[in-house]
């Protein structure tokens, strides 16, 4: 079955870095479009990143373009999101997600199939 697993979150200042992976399998990784998703209480998930596990074209929200940086090893089927220059507005529950029949990369959670469990990020200022 399809498992969505990630790691990485914590606590740091603002201004620091954290990277995020996510270990997918169940699915044929390369096909897929693999996304990273945030919520924070009483708010929508939002997509802030977003990334073709085959080619490696990339999409980004325009609050974390230029900060954060979403790659992928094809060979560990896993995705990575690289945080940078964090602010307390980036505190958020962090979720790996993964369309499995990519057609156009989204930010839109509801195009997403599967999901991970969740990490949470926390900036304090």
């Known amino acids: 079955q399809v498992q969505l697993v990630e790691s990485g979150g914590g606590s740091v200042r603002a201004g620091g870095s954290l990277t995020l992976s996510c270990a997918a399998s169940?699915?044929?990784?390369?096909?897929?479009?693999m996304g990273w998703v945030r919520q924070t209480p009483g708010k929508e998930r939002e997509g802030v990143a977003a990334i073709y596990a085959g080619g490696g074209g990339t999409f980004y929200r325009d609050s974390v373009e230029g900060r954060f940086i979403i790659s992928r090893d094809t060979a560990k089927t896993t995705v990575y999101l690289q945080m940078n220059n964090l602010n307390p507005d980036d505190t958020a529950i962090y979720y790996c997600?993964?369309?499995?029949?990519?057609?156009?990369?989204?930010?839109?959670?509801?195009?997403?199939?599967?999901w991970g469990q969740g990490t949470q990020v926390t900036v304090s200022s």
């Open positions: 169940g699915f044929t990784f390369t096909h897929s479009c």
């Open positions: 997600a993964a369309a499995t029949d990519c057609g156009v990369l989204s930010l839109f959670a509801s195009d997403y199939t599967y």
